[in-house]
């Protein structure tokens, strides 16, 4: 696998028909190891083999194999052990190997930037966090891909990708309207994929050489709410990530729909609230103008600079005390609502997840939100209206979306055999 160009739209599970006997164990590995991801590593041999609908000689073969490849390893129980277990006789439960494959993840910001590495079970070590000036974008496109050639050696073999969190609407892995100008136009798995080309360095020959995929920050995060989080197994979700705009995304069994180019879910730039003053996107009346960061800190008469999302928290953190910043608080907080309820009209998901600045303003005034939200709807949804989900995930939200593009090209019969395990190098 050389570099490749990401696309979020490439998202998807491998379930390609099987012809051969050899193609159909290759089939199987992928399923078994994808339910190993999917389960978190917290399902025994059994548990696994039910959901597989699998024979129990055949996923017994199955587990070694992979075992054998380096992928898994077995372990007597869950690592977490407050997961109940289903009664019956205990199991081994496969797990991430202690040299397996690992995504690296990258959150890219405006002013700063973090790289952490994910298990093939979603364990996540926080590798580096970086600050810097907002203004240099080229500066900062630099200081990662030197961060991710270190962090690539250090790994070698076992870096199967690079997913790129980027905040930006996208075209492919094209940053298409970014907020520093420095960025627009710059493809980000193009100017990162070159990390782990073998001979950049000269000396690395092991480098890793999986791909580099990217998707806008929001569905990243929402990506991550269906498979880690609070949208987990919710058929028809719509998630809304909350920074200094508004962003999301559409999710149809746990797949996020993204449009033709990767720029779908820009929902901050639709004009739910009823204003008609003019967005920083070149539209009029956008939401994101009242239920945004900048809208929070416009209510509250803060100037907008600095750090945004800093000041939002300050903002929502005063509001127990500064009656300004508790009406600036409920203004928004009704806002977000409101266009929620719209949202819900237009998609009719099951739920509703919520992230970023979002997440904190439903917990610091959850009733003007759902007043507003109530308001939204109509009149037939009112009576169940789908459920409001704060994250859980706080910041690796993004994080684990962008490892989750990582596995889902890495978990598929082509993924797997591209896969050398550290001790198989030579092969
Ligand atoms: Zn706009």
Not at 55 to 67: E, F, H, I, S, W
Not at 104 to 133: K, W
Not at 320 to 338: E, F, Y
């Amino acid at each position: 696998m050389g570099a490749g160009h990401g696309t979020i739209r490439g998202v998807q599970k491998d379930e390609g028909a099987a012809t051969t006997s050899a193609e159909l164990r290759t089939h199987n590995l992928a399923r078994l190891l994808r339910a190993i991801h999917d389960g978190g590593g917290q399902l025994t041999r059994a548990e696994l083999t039910r959901q597989l609908s699998l024979a129990r000689g055949t996923a017994t073969v199955l587990v070694r194999d992979l075992a054998g490849r380096g992928l898994i390893e077995e372990l007597a129980g869950p690592v977490d052990a407050t997961v109940q277990r289903a009664r019956g006789r205990p199991t081994g439960v496969p797990s991430a190997h202690a040299a397996g494959p690992v995504a690296l993840a990258l959150d890219l910001r405006d002013d700063s930037f973090t790289v952490a590495a994910f298990e093939l079970t979603g364990r996540c070590t926080v590798l580096d966090r970086q600050e810097r000036d907002a203004g240099s974008g080229t500066g900062v496109l630099n200081d990662v891909a030197g961060r991710l050639k270190v962090y690539s050696r250090q790994f070698g073999c076992r870096v199967v990708g690079v997913g790129v969190a980027v905040p930006s609407p996208v075209s492919g892995s094209r940053m298409v309207q970014p907020t520093l100008p420095e960025w627009q136009d710059v493809d980000v798995a193009a100017a990162l994929g070159r990390f782990g080309s073998a001979g950049s360095s000269g000396s690395a020959g092991s480098l890793a050489s999986g791909p580099v995929l990217a998707g806008n920050d929001a569905t990243l995060a929402g990506l991550a709410e269906a498979r880690r989080g609070v949208l987990r197994g919710v058929s028809v979700a719509l998630h809304l990530h909350v920074a200094t705009g508004i962003g999301g995304v559409l999710l149809t069994g746990g797949l996020p729909v993204t449009g033709t180019h990767g720029s779908a879910g820009e929902f901050g730039h639709m004009p739910l609230t009823g204003n008609d003053g003019p967005c920083r996107c070149g539209s009029t009346g956008c939401w994101e103008l009242d239920a945004g960061a900048r809208g929070l800190l416009r209510a509250a008469g803060r100037p907008e600079q600095g750090d945004r999302m800093v000041q939002a928290e300050q903002v929502i953190a005063a509001a127990a005390t500064d009656p300004r910043c508790r009406r600036a608080l409920t203004h928004v907080a009704k806002a977000l609502g409101r266009g929620i309820g719209a949202l819900v009209n237009a998609q009719d998901p099951e739920a509703v997840g919520l992230s970023g600045l979002a997440a904190d303003i439903y917990q610091a005034d959850p009733d003007s939100v759902r007043a507003g939200y109530l308001s939204g709807l109509m009149r037939f949804r009112r009576a169940d209206p789908p459920a409001l989900l704060p994250s859980t995930l706080e910041d690796l939200g993004t994080l684990t979306g962008a490892s989750e593009l990582v596995f889902d090209a890495f978990l598929t019969p082509r993924g797997l055999g591209a896969w050398r395990s550290p001790g198989q190098k030579t092969a």
